[in-house]
Antibody, heavy 121, light 106 residues
Framework: QLLLQESGPGLVKPSETLSLTCAVSGGSMRSNSYYWGWIRQPPGKGLEWIGDIYYNWETYYNPSLRSRVTISIDTSKPQFSLNLTSVTATDTAVYYC?????????????WGQGTPVTVSA | DIQMTQSPSSLSASVGDRVTITCRASQDISNYLAWFQQKPGKAPKSLIYAASSLQSGVPSKFSGSGSGTDFTLTINSLQPEDFATYYCQQYNAYPFTFGQGTKLEI
């Protein structure tokens, strides 16, 4: 059974870098059948897609965040990570990691429980 | 970016009712459409992928239809546990985008 678990600091100061990790268990990250993604949800608001990474480090980012976001992958651990630089209060959200399949069936079928991050001095 | 517009934004219903939520894409997304259910404080749960395919373990009271730009999620025989917020999402083209959500209330 695939399990995804986010971890990282729950409080980040403005202008600093938000760093989160998603630990993967119960499935291989070396498969070419899946993408690994990050999605966030500000308090009381809807879902915002942040980006995807493939096992070969191919990445896709939301243009609204592209200048500040980096997603990386370590298939040996196995885990993938999110770095978001120069954060402001608008980056306060619950951050989810998720996995989706390649192709037409490729919606995010598996999600982590989410980790809340607050940006505040 | 592809805009996803859900309607209604909120919906009041009763136990036993059948409800339909619609999702419209700003351009053709073929059938690359997913539906999620989210309860307060929980991660979204995948219900439907490829517009009409039921995710494993999801009861058949949930069904999806549509292709191109217009899609629907139908929930039959509402039970208390079905009252939640529902989101559509397109994965036809990056950046992926979600609808604004439909809150289903008693």
């Amino acid at each position: 059974q695939l399990l995804l678990q986010e971890s990282g600091p729950g409080l980040v100061k403005p202008s600093e870098t938000l760093s989160l990790t998603c630990a993967v268990s119960g499935g291989s990250m070396r498969s070419n059948s899946y993408y690994w993604g990050w999605i966030r949800q500000p308090p009381g608001k809807g879902l915002e897609w942040i980006g995807d990474i493939y096992y070969n480090w191919e990445t896709y980012y939301n243009p609204s965040l592209r200048s500040r976001v980096t997603i990386s992958i370590d298939t040996s651990k196995p885990q993938f990570s999110l770095n978001l630089t120069s954060v402001t209060a608008t980056d306060t959200a619950v951050y989810y990691c998720a996995r989706r399949s390649v192709g037409a069936s490729g919606s995010y079928a598996h999600w982590g429980q989410g980790t809340p991050v607050t940006v505040s001095a | 970016d592809i805009q996803m517009t859900q309607s209604p934004s909120s919906l009041s219903a009763s136990v036993g009712d059948r409800v339909t939520i619609t999702c419209r894409a700003s351009q053709d997304i073929s059938n690359y459409l997913a539906w999620f259910q989210q309860k307060p404080g929980k991660a979204p749960k995948s219900l439907i992928y490829a517009a009409s395919s039921l995710q494993s373990g999801v009861p058949s009271k949930f069904s999806g239809s549509g292709s191109g730009t217009d899609f629907t999620l139908t929930i039959n025989s509402l039970q208390p546990e079905d009252f939640a917020t529902y989101y559509c999402q397109q994965y036809n083209a990056y950046p992926f985008t979600f609808g604004q959500g439909t809150k289903l209330e008693i």
